[in-house]
Every structure is written in C-alpha cells, then in structure tokens.
C-alpha cells in the first residue's frame, strides 16, 4: 500500500487513527501501530514481513549485545556492530545488488555464472540503514540501549517512514516510542503536512512523470531537442515532488500519532551549489552517510577526497543496482568536491544568480543521468539535447503536452521555492495581531486543503496505478 | 506583561484553529472511509465498457503471494461509489491543467518520413503477439493483450486492459440469449477489435469532424499484412470458381479525410494502402472503390467523431459503390425511413481515451432503414442452428454501445430473406463496419448472410457451396485488412473445417450445470431442446445443420462453472419460453440493465482454467502505450 492511495486514505487511516486514539495508553497504543504497520508492509508482499521482524530482532539482539559488553568495558562490544553491519548490508547486498554484481563480474571475466534478479523486498534500503544507526548509536553512546523488543519493532516497522523514508534515527524518536503527548496542534500540522504531500504527490507528481514518461520513452524515433528538454525537466519536478511529497505525508502522519521526524527536504532547488543542495535535498540520507561513512573515515582530515569519492559512490549505488546511479553520485561528488576546492569561492564572489543557474544545470544534468538505466538512450537524449539528432528542434506532442499541463508546470516552478512556508509564518504571526484577520486566513487555508484533497480524491479514482519512485530503492 | 497577554491570546486563536482544523478532517476521512463502506458499490462502468474488480477471495495462499491484497486495493479504488461522475470529474481535472491543445493518445513521436518506419513497425508487431491461455469451453479468437501498466498511470491511455473483448461464451452457445444481448454484448465487441488493430494511436482535439471537434485513429498498417489479406480473398476466388462473383471491398477510416495535413506523418496513407491491396487481387476477385465516393462526400457526416466506426450515411455510400460493382442501380437516399435517436451519442474513442473534449462533442445518430419487407434471423455461430428472429435494426440500442444497433452486433451470424426479387444470393464476410452496411443489401439481394469473420464455426466454402450463394463480398475497414489476426481469421474460413471457432474443451462427464431454470430441468438442457425445436420447426433450416447440433453438444455443456453461472443467471433473468418476447422486451435492458447480465467477463479473469489452449495475440499494445 502507499500512502496515495483510497484504500489507505480513507479506510486504513481513519482506522488506525480511531483504533490508537480508543486506548490511552502508551504500550496499547504501539500494539495498534506495529499490528498495523505490518499490516500496511503486507499489503505489498506478505512473505517479506518476515524479513523485516527477523531484521528489527537481529539488531535488536546486536544491541542487547554490545550494551553488555560495553558495560563490562570490554573491547567485544565491537562484534555487535560488525554482526549488525554484515547482516544487514549482506542482506542489501543479496537482495539489491547480486545480479548487478554478477553481471558485471561475468561481464569483466567472461564467465557465466548464474545470475538471479530478486524481487526487492519492499522498503529494505531504508530499514536496514535504520537499524545499523541504532546499533552504531548504541556502540557510540549516542543511544541508550532498547530492552523491550516491541518497542524495538515498532520504531523499525513504524509505516509512515518503512517503505521510503526519510530515514529516521533511532536517536530522533527513542523518547518518544516509550512517552508521546497528544497535541492538537501536531494533529492538526500533522493534517495539514499529509494533505499537502498528497497534492504534491497527485496532482503535481503525477501530472509531470506522465509528461515525462511520454517524451522519454522514445523508441523507434530519436527525441527531439525541445522533447528531451522537456522531458528531463518534467522528470526533475517530478522527482521532488514525488519524493518530498512522500516525505511529506510520512512526517505528517508520525505528527498525528505523536512523533516527530527531522524534516527531509528544504526546497532544494532554491540552492547556490552542489553542497547547498545535498543539505536540502534527501537531508536524512546526505546526513547518514556523512555521520556514518564520511566523518568515520576521516572526514576531512584524513584523505578528504578519497573520503568524498566513497561517500557519493555509495549515494548513487544507493539509488538502485545500475551504472548510471554510479555516475550519478559520483557526478555530484565531483561537484562538492570542487566547491570544496575553489568554485565556491568564486560563486561567493559573483551574484547569486550564477549559483543558482549553475546548481539547476547540474541538478538537470544529474537527473538526465539518473533516468536512464540504459545508457545508449542516455547518450541518445543528451544528443538530443543538444540538436544533434538531425531532426527538428521541436515536435507538436511535446508541444501540446507542454501546453496541455502549462498551469500545472508554472505551479510546479513556483511551489519548489518557499512560498508555502513563508505564507505560513505570516498566517501564524497574525494570530498574535488581529482575530479577524487570522481567522480569514485559517478558514482560506482550509479551504484550500479541502480543495486539495478533493482534487487529489478524485484524481486518484481515476489513476489507478501511481506508485512512488522512491518505492523500490 | 502585555507582550505575554499578546501571546497567550494567539496560543488560545492557534488552538481554536487547530481544533477546527482537526475536526474537520478526522470527519472528512472518518466520514467519507464509513460512507464508502455503506454506499453500493458499482460493478460495471458504463462509460468505460468494462466490468470493474472484483472482491477478492481470500485463501491462505492468495494472501502470501500477495495477490489478496493487491486485488483488495484494486477493487477498493476500482469499485468507489459513484466512479463513473468522479471520473468526469476527474476529466474535467485533467483538462484544466493547463490550456486545451490537442492529445495525443498512445502516439509516438515520429521526427521522420512515416516509409522509414513500416520496417520498424513490423518488428513491434511481432514481438508484442503475447500467449494468452483460454479457459476451457470458451472458444477465443479476439482477445487484446494488456495494455502495459505504465501507460495506465498517467490516465489518458486507453482503459482497454480490463475490456471484456469477448462475450460469447456459454450464453451465447445456450441460444435463448442473442437477441437478449442485443446491443449489450454487441459493443464488447467492437471494443475488441479496436484495440486488435494495429494502430499509431489516436488524436483528440487537433482534429475537427463536420465542424466540430473530434477524435482520430492513427493508422499503422502496411503492405506485408496487406498483401497477405490479397492473396487469401484471390485463394478463395479459385476455390469457389467461376459460377460465384467474390467482391473485395476494403473501406477507409476518417483518418483519411480529416486529418489535418500538419499530422499527416503520424499515419500511413489509407489510399495507398487500399490500392496497393487492390493491385494484388489476382484470380477475377472483384475490387469496389468505396474511396472515392466516401471522399466525394466527406463534407457529409460519413463518420463519427467519438467512435471508430463509419456513420450509416458511409456505409450507404459504400453501397452505392458497391451496387456500381455489381450492375445495380442503388435506391436513393429519400426511399429510406431516416431516423435519428435523441440520445447523443459517445463513441468508444471516448471509451479509450477519456478525453472530455469527445465527451462534449458528442455525435448525432442517424440511420437509413429500407421500406422494404424482409426478415431476419440470427443463427448460433458455432452449430449455425437457428436462434432468434433478428430485426436488423436494433432501435433501442443505446449509449456507448449504439453502434450495436446494427444486426445487434458483431457476433451475430445473420441470415436476411428478401423481397428484392433479384435472383442472386450473397455472403458477406465482415467486422464492425459491415454491420452497418449489410441491411443496404437488402434491396439488392434475395437472401444475405452475414459472417463475422471472427465468430463462424463452419468452413466458408463450404458454406457458401451450401447455401447456393451467386455473390460473396469481403467488407474490411483498412486497419482490419493490415491485421493479421483477422487475417487469420479469413484464411482459417478458408482452411478450417469449422472456421474461425477453436474448440478448446474436452468433453467432460460430469454436467456443470447444476442450477435449474423454472421447470426444475437444468437450464443448459432445456436451452438445448428449445433449439431444436426451432430447429425442425423451420423450413428455411438446410437438414445438415441438425446433424451438427449433435456433434457440437459437448462444447457446450462444458463450460467452465463460472461463465455457466453467468448463463444460468441471464436464462433465468429472461425465462425466454418465447424468444419473440424476449426481443420486446430486451430494449431497454441495454440502459437499464448494464451489461454484466449479458457478458460474461470472459477475457478478464478467466476461470482457472483446466485445458488451456495457447493462442497467438497480437495487439498494438506497444502502440498504444506509446
């Protein structure tokens, strides 16, 4: 199930809801989530469930483990984290990336051996990364040790952050598994954040990866320079929105039970460089890999670009078992690292707009190289791009499509910068002026989420099929 | 102090607003999530043509492999109470995305000259033919691959992957139910073959009809299929030799006349596709130019603007044609009753592509019917068994499917006995646009028998041996003449001794049937005897035919139990004691009614089947999806 979806707007939702705000207490309260987190992770494919408890219990015992040792001060403790490690990163590995390393193994030896593509098991990048954040926490004396496994399951399961993120530490929620407060407040921020992402995801999403999928899936014609173009930026809108709507959803819906998550993204095109974007952007992975992989290897004391390479190779290999999401991140990674070398000192110097123009070029460039797995249709669009496909620059599908959804594309450049934000420190800062006026602004507000939601309702009777992107990383 | 009064007040207004805030939406969901489960669900879009999912059973199994759920969140979405309006709505949504320009749907980007593309559009269309296994006791011959599910997403593909493309299973084997269906499964059909034709997509909006806006169906064929459709007509000239006249005429689509020129790479010329096909008729088969008198008049309303189909002024012009062929001077368009139904009518290019502008441009239903006497009959397609009095003229066919006013539909083999007094005989072989042609025969022919090259389960030659026929005319629209799988339909006419029907199910001993109509006699038997009663009871009947009712009992009462449901469910609807009745009072079912009485969901979720038959498809899928 995702979040975008009738059945679980409104019959899963309203239940849990009801259901969790029946009993008062705390222990009952999170039998209601992990019954029905797991029930929500079986929608997609039962089998895996299994998995997933056997992971929350390996590392849930990795815990117990290196909290034993520590206290006893003995080097031991150590295992834990190197069990956690094994199994959890073994299990990405069997799972995400044995076909793609068997390939390229045979590929390079000429060898055949036997290659087996499995299914992904739903959501398992993001919970194996979770679990391996409390293990280290725990080695670390970041987090104090989880003694009851319920509690241990829940915050693995937890459904508004199991299938695609953000990556919530254990850290950031251990208070709060054990103690929660109501607040109407959260409930209602809560409400407002979820209803929000759906938009994003629906109506502005949706409407653009259908946009990008039509002109990106060329097959007997080459694509023309105004398609390619079009295509790629349709996939980069459609790719935040996606992925922060989704993100979005998931910190409104732990909000309404009580949790609250570190935000994912921050408008990451409004960004002056690469670095800036990667602060903004997925801010829940940039900062895994930069507490868990960057800064233990050294950070930028020790061997920086060796460090930096590392990191951004595993940032794209991250996103999917396939060269371009290699290129990808170690396309990125050059760009931060060059900053770090002189080019932010140039940007600084010069007027913001260059950054800007500089960082949505890359970003564009990057997604060009993120959408094509295959990299001869790669080659073919950026081609494209650039007129070299002997043909004419432009093609009336890609201009009636372009015309067809023009409203929804100015939307979309103009809620990727931080309108909505501003305008609701502004609504919240006349509550304290004047009631009249706040309450103008609260009923418009409302409206518009109704509206939202009736849009994005209706829209969804008719789309039958919208999975997330983020689904299968 | 102030300051901290200032503050508590607006903490007292943020709460109030959340309160209000929370309220209402907890209602919303809560509300909406209970109403849902309270309202009845629908079964059946009407405007999609198509069965909706269905509840799921629940098996341990079908919960581990994950197929419970998912079809529980199919049917959830699927089956929303009131979907049909929230769908328009959602049309409406769509459109106001940004600002009207014409859609293209399933339509590839073509940068280059369209002759480059014939090479690559052979290819495609081999490698999209899918293995399709049918259920046992269904005889298949049309049934449309999925669309893929990428292309469902974004809403303007065409919802064809869930069309129940063929209907005539059990039911129609039963024979009390053909003219019940009337209209009902009639556009099944046609719904079918649409998507079975190789197509470059269609285009919506760019395109203006008769002075109004309209939809399009690219067209994609080429000469290798062409070709083929030649050389298996000039094969049937031989076998029938001299003593019959064989007539081809292959028919174009509006595409032809109404595309604008800007467009015109993004189909293949019909003209050229026609006399290409036309220049390699050997063996004395007669061509009829229907091409140019359908251009001299396409400034008339010879074609829909929301359905695939030609109007019944085409087809009339069609028919002049065709009586320039055969030395006849055709009767002139004021000898006709002319008659136009109230309703609007939204074709099933709306049904692809969902797009409110065809919506909104509905088109005007005008029929020319004959003054003069005659009578029809429809006969079962497989036993060729006599079932049915057939008025020709469907009148209270309705919505989507109106077109189904014409014979009732597609698969109906139909026998017409004139008055015309002219001495000749003719067999006419056919999709969806000879339906409408064929009652024009009626002047011009003292019997007509109209085949539907997919559904008949005799040898053509044969058949047309035994009827005495002087005439045999091939009507094709030009996507039909490119596809091969109608042309294997034509050739296994030609080949097969029983036709195009494939007889899948091996006889079983133990009689599914076990429900029981009004006599306490399982329904399927007493189906049987009516049958056979008619049977001797009609003259018109050649004695041989009784025979193949007894060789071709077992197919029938072999059906799977699902579809047999369905069957018993339609027999005991109408309790036919008398099919004249049935036909009076079956007008309205087709409005009132929604089809799932009359169609068997057949392609859709085949009944676990226990002798499958793999069959060849080819669909233009990929063509489609784009």
């Known amino acids: 199930m995702v979040f975008s979806d009738l059945l679980f707007i409104y019959m899963f939702l309203p239940l849990c809801l009801v259901l969790y705000y029946i009993f008062p207490n705390t222990t009952y309260r999170n039998g209601i989530l992990i019954i029905f987190s797991l029930v929500f992770y079986s929608f997609g494919e039962p089998i895996w469930v299994l998995l997933l408890i056997g992971s929350a219990l390996v590392d849930y015992l990795n815990g117990l483990f290196i909290d034993k040792y520590k206290r006893r001060r003995s080097r031991i403790a150590v295992l834990g984290v190197v069990m956690s490690l094994i199994i959890n990163l073994g299990v990405l590995v069997l799972f995400k990336y044995s076909g793609f390393i068997m390939e390229n193994i045979n590929a390079l030896t000429g060898l055949s051996l036997p290659v087996r593509h499995f299914t992904l098991p739903i959501g398992i990048s993001f919970y194996t990364f979770q679990t391996i954040s409390y293990t280290v926490d725990v080695y670390c004396g970041r987090a104090r040790v989880q003694r009851n496994f319920l509690n241990f399951l829940l915050y693995v399961s937890l459904f508004f952050q199991l299938v695609a993120g953000p990556i919530v530490r254990y850290t950031t929620v251990a208070s709060e598994i054990s103690r929660r407060r109501f607040s109407v407040f959260d409930m209602s921020k809560g409400i407002e954040r979820f209803i929000f992402g759906l938009g994003k995801k629906v109506i502005i999403a949706n409407s653009m990866g259908s946009i990008a999928d039509k002109l990106l899936t060329f097959e007997n014609a080459p694509v023309s320079t105004a398609a390619a173009w079009a295509g790629i930026l349709m996939f980069s809108f459609q790719i935040y929105y996606d992925f922060s709507g989704y993100s979005d959803m998931a910190i409104g819906l732990g909000l309404m039970f009580g949790f609250h998550f570190d935000e994912n993204f921050n408008y990451p095109y409004v960004s002056k460089s690469a670095s800036e974007f990667w602060r903004r952007w997925h801010i829940s992975l940039g900062t895994f890999f930069r507490d868990y992989v960057y800064i233990p290897m050294g950070g930028n004391r020790r061997h920086q670009v060796l460090n930096i390479a590392v990191v951004w190779f595993l940032t794209g290999f991250w996103h999917g078992a396939s060269w371009n999401y290699i290129f990808w991140g170690l396309f990125w990674g050059f760009l931060v690292a060059i900053e770090k070398l002189f080019l932010r000192k140039v940007l600084d110097k010069i007027p913001s707009i260059f950054g800007h123009l500089y960082l949505l070029a890359a970003a564009v460039a990057g997604w060009l190289l993120f959408y094509f797995e295959d990299l001869g249709r790669l080659k073919q669009c950026f081609w494209g791009m650039f007129g070299k496909n002997g043909i004419p620059l432009s093609d009336d599908i890609t201009l009636s499509l372009l015309n067809g959804s023009c409203f929804i594309i100015i939307a979309a450049a103009v809620f990727s910068c931080p309108i909505y934000r501003i305008v609701g420190e502004k609504t919240d800062a006349l509550a304290a002026r004047s009631a009249a006026a706040y309450t103008a602004a609260k009923i418009g507000e409302n409206i518009i989420l109704i509206g939202i939601l009736a849009v994005s309702s209706i829209l969804l009777v008719k789309q039958s099929y919208n999975p997330f992107l983020y689904f299968r990383y | ?626």
């Open chain 2, 1 to 626: 102090m102030g300051y901290v009064r200032i503050n508590l007040k607006a903490d007292a207004r943020k709460r109030a607003a959340s309160i209000i805030t929370t309220s209402v939406f907890l209602a919303l969901f809560i509300g909406i999530g209970a109403v849902s489960l309270i309202l009845e669900r629908p079964t059946v879009s009407e405007t999609e043509n198509r069965e909706l999912e269905t509840f799921p059973k629940f098996s341990l199994e079908s919960y581990l492999n994950g197929s419970f759920t998912a079809q529980l969140d199919k049917y959830f979405t699927d089956t929303v109470p009131f979907r049909d309006t929230l769908n328009e709505y959602a049309a409406v949504l769509e459109n106001a995305k940004g600002i009207p320009s014409p859609q293209f749907y399933g339509v590839e980007i073509v940068n280059h000259d369209p002759e480059e593309i014939i090479d690559s559009l052979d290819t495609e269309y081999a490698e999209i033919t899918t293995e399709t296994s049918v259920p046992d006791g269904q005889e298949r011959i049309a049934v449309p691959a999925e669309i893929s599910s990428a292309s469902i997403s974004e809403g303007s593909a065409m919802p064809v992957e869930t069309s129940p493309s063929v209907t005539f299973s059990s039911s129609e084997a039963s024979g009390t139910e053909t003219s019940q269906s009337g209209a009902g499964s009639a556009d099944e059909e046609f719904v079918g073959d649409i998507t079975d034709f190789l197509n470059n997509g269609i285009i919506v909006n760019g395109v203006d009809m008769y002075g109004e806006k309209a939809g399009i169906m690219l067209f994609g064929g080429n000469d290798t299929q062409g070709e083929r459709y030649a050389n298996i007509i000039s094969s049937y000239k031989r076998e029938l030799g001299d003593s019959v006249n064989v007539y081809n005429m292959v028919v174009p689509t509006s595409v032809e006349f109404y595309l604008p020129k800007k467009y015109s790479k993004y189909s293949n010329s019909e003209k050229r596709e026609i006399e290409f096909i036309y220049s390699k008729l050997t063996d004395g088969v007669i061509p009829v130019d229907a091409y140019s008198v359908l251009e001299a008049h396409k400034d008339e309303y010879i074609y829909f603007r929301t359905d695939h189909h030609w109007s019944d002024l085409g087809a009339y012009y069609a028919y002049t044609a065709f009586c320039n062929a055969i030395g006849q001077t055709p009767p002139a368009l004021s000898e006709y009753t002319v008659k136009t139904k109230d309703e609007p009518f939204v074709g099933s290019l709306y049904g692809y592509t969902n797009d409110i502008t065809l919506k909104n441009n509905p088109d005007t239903f005008t029929y020319y019917m004959t003054k003069s006497d005659f009578k029809g009959e429809t006969y079962n397609y497989r036993t060729l068994t006599l079932s049915e009095a057939n008025p020709i003229f469907h009148q209270y066919a309705s919505g989507s499917n109106m077109y189904g006013m014409f014979l009732g539909g597609d698969g109906y083999h139909v026998k017409i006995t004139t008055s015309a007094g002219t001495g000749r005989k003719i067999v006419m072989f056919k999709e969806s646009y000879g339906n409408a042609f064929a009652p024009y025969l009626i002047d011009s022919f003292d019997e007509i028998y109209v085949i539907d090259i997919r559904y008949f389960g005799k040898n053509a030659v044969q058949y047309i041996k035994d009827v005495g026929a002087t005439d045999v005319l091939f009507i094709n629209n030009v996507f039909a003449a490119n596809t091969s799988k109608l042309i294997d339909g034509i050739e296994r006419l030609l080949t097969s001794p029983t036709g195009t029907v494939v007889y899948t199910a091996p006889p079983v001993t133990t009689s599914v049937p076990v429900e029981t109509d009004q006599q306490g006699l399982p329904v399927g038997q007493v189906s049987q005897s009516q049958q056979q009663q008619t049977v001797q009871g009609q003259q018109v009947q050649p004695v041989q035919q009784t025979q193949q009712v007894q060789q071709t009992q077992s197919p029938q009462q072999t059906q799977p139990s699902a579809s047999t449901t369905q069957a018993v469910q339609t027999t005991q609807t109408t309790k036919t004691a008398q099919p004249q009745q049935t036909q009076q009072t079956t007008g309205a079912p087709a409005v009132t009614a929604p089809p799932t009485t009359t169609a068997p969901p057949a392609a859709t979720t085949p009944p676990a089947p226990t002798a499958a038959v793999p069959q060849t498809v080819t669909s233009p899928a990929g063509k489609i999806s784009g």
